[in-house]
């Protein structure tokens, strides 16, 4: 798995992190891609892993219903925002990206599409029967 938080081999803390579903196969592989890309200082880490949720002020139910960016402030960002910060902090083209994704109009075109790929991630490449998984509103 890319740059994973937990992981007991790091050498650098994890200031920035994007927390997505790991029984999710599709969440999997685009957290992986992502994972691959964001400097030194920023990592992905699956839900399932981490011990202690409200230390980021989620729950179980969040980070179920959405993927979730905490940045260097510890504050969470979620569903398209948080993909949005994401690609802010892979930097270059994506981070220009990312950073469209956050004005109107292009946000709420960003945040459709992101509710699209969540309701239906169980039909993209990979999916788990925890794709399935109802979506909260």
């Known amino acids: 798995m890319g740059k994973v938080g937990a992981s007991p081999t790091r050498t650098h803390p994890v200031t920035r992190l994007l927390i997505f579903d790991g029984d999710c196969s599709f969440c999997t592989w685009a957290a992986e891609w992502a994972g691959g890309r964001l400097p030194t200082g920023a990592g992905i880490e699956p839900w399932q892993f981490i011990d202690d949720l409200s230390a980021y002020g ?80």
């Open 58 to 137: 989620l729950t179980v139910e969040d980070v179920s219903s959405a993927v979730y960016w905490i940045d260097a402030k510890r504050r969470p960002h979620r569903g398209h925002l948080a993909v949005a910060e994401t690609l802010r902090a892979i930097g270059g083209a994506w981070g220009l990206m990312g950073e469209a994704m956050q004005v109107p109009p292009i946000s709420w075109i960003a945040a459709g599409v992101y509710e699209i790929v969540a309701r239906n991630r169980h039909r993209l490449p990979g999916p788990t029967p925890a794709c399935k998984r109802p979506r909260n509103p």
